[in-house]
């Protein structure tokens, strides 16, 4: 069974930062892509990051309204992918999910707040 668990979720002010993380189970990590996506009230889910799998040529891809300032990394010795957000925003407010593409799994989310 293939299982994502999402943590790191909480209260951040504007301009702070946070790191989520999802750690995976039950599926050959090292050669799947991963992404984060976000769904903030009212709002359709959107596409944060993606990386690619490990040894995978390319570098990762991020929504025009994060790049810069979300950074997507993959620990394939823990099978873990992690989210790394600076100069938080409150349109940033939303539940993350992470998801293998591929496989087309999630996980049950983490909620991000930012607010001051």
């Known amino acids: 069974q293939v299982q994502l668990v999402e943590s790191g979720g909480g209260l951040a002010q504007p301009g702070g930062s946070l790191t989520l993380s999802c750690a995976t189970s039950?599926?050959?990590?090292?050669?799947?892509?991963m992404s984060w996506y976000r769904q903030a009230p009212g709002k359709e889910r959107e596409m944060v990051a993606m990386i690619l799998s490990a040894g995978a040529p390319g570098k990762p891809n991020y929504a025009p309204s994060v790049k810069d300032r979300f950074t997507i990394s993959r620990d394939n010795d823990k099978n873990t992918v992690h989210l790394q957000m600076s100069n938080l925003k409150p349109e940033d407010t939303a539940v993350y999910f992470c998801?293998?593409?591929?496989?087309?799994?999630w996980g049950q989310g983490t909620q991000v707040t930012v607010s001051s």
């Open positions: 998801n293998v593409p591929t496989l087309k799994i």
């Open positions: 039950g599926f050959p990590f090292k050669s799947y892509r």
